[in-house]
């Protein structure tokens, strides 16, 4: 062969695309093949997220809303391998492969499904290369929504007149508070997103959080709440709110007693729900005021315009919440808040002739009554939060009654008291009927006339009394508010049996139970006729009580729980927001 033939390099492309052709078809092959994997695990995964997303809407039903889901989208059932109701929590400081915790359906704290779908890709050219003819696609979705509610319970001390609020504030911070008619007026119309006043005590302490919703488990004070709520607002809402910074500099307050209840560990959930709610500045300040100090004091003396009272002096004694229970709370099913149990001592000066004629000889000098009025707190519990339900289904239910007196009281909603009770008693706590001593109510003098001699006149004699009733009972009652309702602004419920002061100060007065005696030491005073007649008067007294004073001092206590804003065995419920996250998939 010539050497020009050799040389000749003619046709070589088409030998060397003979030899790769096997080979490109090969890689045309696995590109179709993998490119169809992709389109099917795609496919695969917008149907698990799609799933989850159903599931999670609607908990109670997340297998069988999850098969539905999959068969409209034309997958079997049976690609759906396993699903997980649990817990998810949106906090930066947990790390990401602990958030989710596993939870079985109907557990407290479920707000979120986790699935798994697998199925068969078809191999199609890739087959020559393979003993099989599928690949199994495994794909996994997390769909996550929480629910929540923030609500109050009536801050019925909110209604005090401007001079008994200046007195309970300065005796809470210790300092004196002079604002006017139109500061609270200005300051009750003030509102601030609580997620901004939050998010502004969280920048004033200067910490680096990763977790936002940490902030709730830390410490304030009154003065770092009010320049927070300043820097919120402007005018003369500003100005007032200075003056409180002024006054509250060393008040140490946890900031759970603004509002407490969410899980901190929800972290951006939580901080999306808060910034959902306001708070008005002046229910801000008074949720500092009252965990600086339980016993307070008001004077109250309209209630001596009264016909046949002279006089009535009132101190007020309000029991600290549990720890946590904020003036709002936020949370999940089962957050509670709660009111704490009021108490209120009256003193009462009465005009004597009330009672009428005692005897001959009998003239009463002074009449007072020290009764003790104490109220029952109240306790609200969310049962239930709905999302996604129709406007006319219940959207939120809460369980509300109120919290136990001291258990010789039973379930009792309020209990009354006529006698004398240590002060640190009043102060620090439920009362205990058995600490109950009696009290001076009466002032009596004698007049003894006798035949021949000089009238005998004894002054100075006392009477005391006690006596207890107990008012009303605990009950539990649900209240429902449904999306209607919200939509419409009818977002607050009174709960409770009502007013059941009238029947009970006729219950306190009655014969039956109030303990009548001369003041200890006096007994030498009286003896021979002048202690027949005073015994007399103890034989009369009961029933000239029960029907001479029951009226005036019904009409006195019904006044000044006006005054305070008090009633009996009534709460007042208001929701003052309805969270409900949106569905959204966690990568």
């Not at 409770?496 to 007065?509: F, M, N, P, Q």
Request: hydrophobic residues 45%.
């Amino acid at each position: 062969m010539s050497p020009r033939i050799l040389r000749q390099e003619d046709g070589a492309v088409a030998v060397i695309v003979a030899l790769l052709l096997t080979v490109l078809l090969g890689f045309v092959a696995l590109g179709v093949d993998v490119a169809s994997l992709y389109r099917d695990r795609a496919q695969l995964q917008a149907d698990a997220d799609l799933a989850a997303m159903s599931s999670v809407a609607a908990l109670e039903n997340s297998q069988p809303r999850a098969v539905q889901t999959l068969e409209r989208n034309k997958r079997g059932a049976n690609s759906l391998s396993d699903l997980q109701t649990g817990r998810f929590l949106r906090n930066p400081d947990i790390p990401a492969a602990e958030r989710f915790v596993p939870l079985a359906n109907g557990s407290a704290g479920v707000n979120a499904v986790a699935l798994t779908l697998q199925d068969a890709a078809p191999l199609h050219f890739a087959r020559i290369f393979s003993d099989t003819d599928h690949v199994t696609l495994t794909r996994r979705a997390l769909a996550i929504r929480t629910g929540a509610a923030s609500f109050s319970l009536g801050s019925h001390l909110a209604r005090l007149d401007p001079a008994n609020l200046n007195a309970l504030l300065s005796n809470s911070f210790d300092a004196s508070v002079t604002f006017g008619t139109g500061d609270y007026a200005l300051l009750a119309q003030s509102s601030v997103n609580l997620g901004d006043l939050i998010a502004t005590l969280d920048s004033q302490s200067g910490s680096n959080r990763r977790n936002p919703a940490a902030i709730l488990d830390t410490r304030t004070t009154g003065a770092q709440v009010a320049t927070a709520l300043a820097s919120l607002l402007d005018g003369r809402a500003a100005t007032i709110l200075g003056d409180v910074e002024r006054i509250t500099t060393s008040l140490d307050l946890p900031v759970a007693a603004i509002v407490g209840g969410i899980d901190t560990d929800l972290g951006l959930t939580a901080t999306e729900f808060l910034a959902q709610t306001r708070i008005s500045a002046l229910d801000a300040i008074q949720a500092v005021a009252q965990v600086n100090r339980v016993d307070q004091s008001l004077t109250l003396n309209t209630a001596a315009t009264l016909p046949g009272i002279l006089s009535a002096q009132t101190r007020l004694a309000v029991g600290e919440p549990p720890a946590r229970s904020g003036w709002i709370a936020i949370g999940e099913e089962g957050v509670q808040l709660h009111r704490a149990a009021t108490r209120l001592r009256t003193d009462i000066e009465l005009a004597p002739d009330l009672l009428g004629a005692l005897g001959v000889g009998v003239s009463a000098t002074g009449l007072r009554l020290p009764v003790y009025v104490e109220l029952a707190g109240a306790t609200a519990t969310l049962e239930e939060i709905t999302c996604g339900a129709p406007p006319q289904d219940t959207a939120a239910r809460f369980a509300t009654s109120a919290t136990p007196l001291h258990p010789q009281n039973g379930t009792a909603l309020a209990a009354l008291y006529l006698g004398s009770l240590p002060a640190q008693v009043f102060a620090s706590g439920p009362v205990n009927p058995a600490a109950l001593d009696f009290a001076d109510i009466l002032d009596l003098s004698l007049r003894i006339e006798l035949p021949l001699l000089p009238a005998i006149q004894i002054g100075g004699i006392t009477l005391q009394a006690r006596a207890r009733a107990a008012l009303g009972t605990s009950q539990t009652r649900m209240i429902s508010f449904t999306g209607e309702d919200i939509s419409a602004g009818r977002t607050t419920r009174y709960f409770g049996s009502g007013d059941v002061l009238t029947s009970g100060i006729a219950d306190l007065l009655s014969p039956d139970r109030i303990e009548l005696r001369v003041k200890p030491g006096q007994e030498g005073l009286v003896s021979g006729v002048a202690n027949t007649l005073l015994q007399s008067v103890l034989a009369l007294l009961p029933a000239r009580i029960v029907s001479g004073l029951t009226t005036p001092l019904d009409t006195a206590l019904d006044d000044i729980l006006n005054q305070t804003g008090l009633r009996l065995g009534e709460g007042e419920l208001t929701l003052t927001g309805h969270h409900c996250e949106r569905v959204q998939l966690v990568r």
